[in-house]
């Protein structure tokens, strides 16, 4: 009669354990579809990101790029005045301020 019992626990137990063990691996599961959808969302998100950052080192380099033109038309600027204050003194650098002038021409018609 003993064994009979221990038998009928011995099975409630472990009738118990796998149920448990069951609704355990039932919720792993929801929980790794759900993290699955969130990771889905972040790497659509992570992609318009990208895109994002893409714009803004393409912007960071027409920038630059502008920057260095405005520099060197800086420049070109302080050397015509420069040469227009020596043209006032002297007449034999006409042909110097003739190219300065081409150059910004050039520079003001690539705009």
């Not at 759900?34 to 994002?52: A, G, P, Q, T």
């Not at 040469?83 to 520079?107: F, Y």
């Amino acid at each position: 009669m003993i064994y009979e019992i221990c038998a009928i626990i011995a099975t409630t137990v472990f009738m118990l354990l796998a149920y448990f063990a069951v609704r355990t691996l039932i919720n792993i599961d929801r929980s790794l579809a759900h993290m699955r959808s969130i990771s889905i969302d972040v790497e659509c998100k992570l992609k318009d990101l990208n895109s994002v950052f893409k714009g803004a080192e393409q912007l960071g380099k027409i920038c630059e790029e502008k920057s260095k033109e405005l520099v060197e038309e800086e420049n070109i600027r302080k050397k015509y005045s420069e040469l227009v204050e020596r043209n006032n003194n002297h007449h034999t650098d006409m042909p110097d301020l003739l190219l300065i002038g081409l150059k910004l021409v050039a520079k003001f018609l690539r705009r």
